[in-house]
């Protein structure tokens, strides 16, 4: 298991009226972040593209000037597709400001649906119950047994 970090300084161009974190600019980040994630795991033969975002969930407003760190880990894969988690936390305090779930699949050079490359690191959840938090939305979303 390997965690994918990022970072990211908040600047004025991504804030809202309020001067906080534009949940535009927020999506763009974490999605990013996702992509890095699935794209780490898989390795340079990764050709992926956002399939499904399963859940995103701001849990705070982050004010312009705070660097965020993006933390994320696949926790599902099948043949074409995987899920990366993403926790934000600012590093300001210890808390959490976002939590999400997103789904990238494999596609070949036309964009059709192909198999992941056969050697792939295995799959496993990290301690902490923020990503098992996670990992059960995960199930529950994906209905998985």
């Known amino acids: 298991m ?21 949940a535009g600019a ?6 990013e972040a996702g992509y890095a994630t699935a ?3 898989i390795g340079p033969e990764a050709n992926l593209v956002l399939r499904r975002v399963l859940n995103m969930e701001c849990l705070r407003p982050v004010p312009v000037g705070v660097v965020v760190e993006l933390q994320g880990v696949v926790l599902h894969r099948t043949a074409a597709y995987l ?3 993403l926790v934000g936390a ?3 305090d210890n ?7 997103f789904g990238f699949a494999q ?8 198999h992941f490359p056969e050697r792939l690191p295995p799959i496993t ?3 902490g119950d923020v990503w098992e938090r996670l990992a059960r939305r995960m199930t529950k979303l994906l209905r998985l047994r």
């Open 39 to 41: 794209w780490k795991h």
């Open 95 to 101: 808390g959490h400001w976002v939590e999400a779930l």
């Open 83 to 85: 899920v990366c988690g």
């Open 125 to 127: 959840v990290p301690p």
């Open 26 to 31: 927020m999506l763009r980040l974490v999605l």
């Open 2 to 22: 390997a965690i994918t970090h990022s970072h990211k300084l908040v600047l004025p161009s991504d804030a809202n009226h309020h001067g906080t974190l534009y």
């Open 107 to 114: 596609v070949d050079a036309d964009g059709k649906l192909t």
């Open 90 to 92: 600012p590093w300001d």
